[in-house]
């Protein structure tokens, strides 16, 4: 008898996939991914990766339905290290993805040039995510930059093309370079795929240059309600923080022009940032090469009228901030459940992935 439940088991969650796939526009075949670099979760199992190589968002179905994100709890000394043992060869983790359902991490890598995307369960096992023979369906971005160094510097901007994804509200959201005028641009992809979105090129006031610019990518984003209204919130290297109304980049056309609702210093670039809610206040949670973990208050954002004088000197202006002492190292992150958050901790060498409390 239990052989049988145990086998239509099987069979029903064979065919709640299916449905899912098929809900979703996913169809059977070995997605061409050349490099593993953002992630973000979708409705249901489904991981979107953002593949820079070859300017394009792919949507895999997982499989991951089992876990509990409220009761996880992952923390794995060595990580790329682990990583490596379980993919060959040395391993760079590019970018962390929580499933929002189970709780389980999955994470971007490069091993020996090679992309690969791995899962990390609630008892810190490792285990690579097939991409052969897999539902999944991609999207390729219109207005791609050129794939080739150019420039003083010798700079790819093709390496730009994807800088981070977030899924919200029906759509991949995505930042990066775009070729021609207002490269520093974002794109709302709906999903199921249907066409590519050209984005829409965001202009920003740089306190820190005491300019306006539309050059450089968003390096890290994330939604958030302001006043009931969708906007993004968005950091830059060197460090301005922006917000732009999700209405009205829909309207905007060719550009639009952000505002900068904060200086967080120069010299700096921004690597990841979540938004959670503490005792009912709302924080961003942002980590950065070279100024630790800021935790920047939300409140006032929808008073915040924009910052339109330089600040010079390294200095920080508009919304408020504290450094988080006890999260140095910290060099990727994503939110776990309502209270934490997983980190990747660079240390000695060593890259450790651990479960820390919201501060």
């Not at 086998?7 to 997605?31: H, K, Y």
């Not at 973000?40 to 876990?67: C, H, M, Q, W, Y």
Request: with cysteine.
């Amino acid at each position: 008898m239990m052989k049988h439940l145990c086998a239509a088991a099987i069979v029903m969650t064979s065919a709640c996939n299916f449905v899912t796939a098929d809900q979703w526009g996913l169809e059977r075949g070995t997605p061409d991914i050349k490099s593993a670099g953002k992630l973000t979760f979708g409705p249901d199992d489904i991981l979107f990766i953002g593949d820079t190589k070859s300017a394009t968002v792919f949507a895999v179905a997982t499989g991951n339905r089992e876990g509990d994100a409220s009761k996880a709890s992952i923390n794995v000394d060595d990580l790329a290290t682990k990583i490596g043992d379980v993919v060959g060869g040395t391993a760079t983790v590019n970018d962390l993805a929580t499933n929002p359902a189970t709780g389980n991490v999955f994470a971007a890598v490069t091993a020996d040039g090679k992309p690969a995307i791995v899962q990390i369960d609630g008892a810190g096992k490792i285990t690579q995510l097939a991409l052969k023979d897999v539902r999944y369906s991609k999207a390729v971005l219109a207005n791609a930059p050129a794939d080739g160094a150019t420039g003083r510097r010798r700079r790819n901007p093709r390496n730009d093309s994807i800088t981070d994804i977030v899924w919200y509200e029906g759509k991949v959201l995505v930042s990066g370079l775009r070729s021609g005028d207002a490269p520093s641009s974002v794109r709302e992809l709906v999903f199921p795929f249907a066409k590519s979105d050209k984005g829409v090129g965001v202009q920003i006031y740089h306190a820190a240059h005491g300019k306006d610019e539309d050059t450089s990518a968003m390096r890290t984003f994330v939604p958030l309600m302001i006043e009931g209204k969708p906007s993004l919130l968005a950091a830059y290297q060197c460090t301005p923080l922006v917000k732009i109304p999700l209405d009205e980049l829909a309207a905007a056309g060719e550009r639009i022009t952000a505002t900068t609702v904060a200086e967080l210093g120069n010299r700096n670039q921004p690597l990841d940032m979540i938004s959670y809610e503490k005792a009912g206040t709302g924080f961003l949670l942002l980590t950065n090469s070279a100024r630790g973990v800021m935790k920047i208050s939300t409140a006032g954002l929808s008073k915040n009228k924009g910052l339109t004088e330089r600040v010079s000197g390294g200095g920080a202006a508009g919304q408020s901030y504290v450094t988080i002492d006890s999260l140095q190292g910290v060099v990727q992150m994503d939110k776990l459940n309502a209270t934490h958050a997983v980190v990747l901790v660079e240390k000695d060498g060593r890259q450790n992935l651990k479960t820390v409390v919201l501060p």
